[in-house]
């Protein structure tokens, strides 16, 4: 056994503290999230139960919302504000509260149940901008377009027109298909759109 003076271990013991407060190091990947309210809610934030029991992305029920601050209907909720309140469930209770974990086979990690309460900013990695609901096509312009690509530049597209599809937005769109296994046609509908922050990094990026 190696000794250590009582400097070094105080030392350790600061380092340790510091690992292990503040922000999360160990919550569930974007990926696992998007899974899971896909499996619950095929990932609409304002899906309601055939039976009106349970409500939003990831089918709260209102017992479960209330006991982790939610407060009127959860598929009345905003997108982040029902990804705070499933991650502050998955902090007090791990995975346990939805059947579909097990469906999809997710596993817990060091923060599951760890009943640390999360911030708001801890939860702000859950995340994926809505699918506008539009299948987009050569020669359109939109706004949500011009978030699709100021993601897909992140990757090192270069657009020439911001928010309207053009030659480049074609070529992003069709290395995100290939990518992604998606047929490529060219259209940027809800499948390519996701796949932008959950699927493959894009083939072709010079």
């Excluded at 479960?64 to 009345?76: D, H, I, N, R, Y």
């Excluded at 760890?114 to 096509?137: C, F, H, N």
């Amino acid at each position: 056994m190696i000794a250590r003076s009582p400097l070094v271990i105080a030392a350790l013991l600061i380092v340790f503290a510091g690992v292990c407060g503040g922000a999360a190091v160990a919550d569930p990947s974007k990926q696992d999230w998007a899974r899971l309210r896909m499996c619950e809610s095929s990932d609409s934030y304002t899906a309601v139960s055939a039976d009106g029991k349970y409500y939003g992305a990831y089918q709260f029920d209102l017992p479960t919302w209330a006991s982790v601050g939610g407060t009127g209907l959860p598929s009345e909720a905003s997108p982040a504000e029902q990804d705070y309140r499933a991650l502050y469930l998955y902090r007090m209770r791990g995975w346990q509260p939805w059947e579909c974990s097990l469906k999809l086979g997710l596993t817990p990690d060091t923060d599951a149940a760890s009943r640390r309460v999360p911030t708001t900013a801890d939860a702000a990695y859950i995340a994926v901008p809505i699918w506008p609901g539009k299948v987009y096509l050569a020669g359109d312009c939109a706004p949500a377009l011009a978030i699709w690509q100021q993601r897909m530049a992140t990757f090192g597209y270069l657009f020439r027109s911001a928010g309207c599809y053009d030659g480049a937005t074609r070529q992003a769109v069709h290395d995100l298909q290939a990518a992604n296994d998606i047929t490529i046609t060219g259209q940027l509908g809800r499948l390519t759109w996701k796949a932008a922050w959950l699927g493959n990094p894009p083939l072709g990026v010079g």
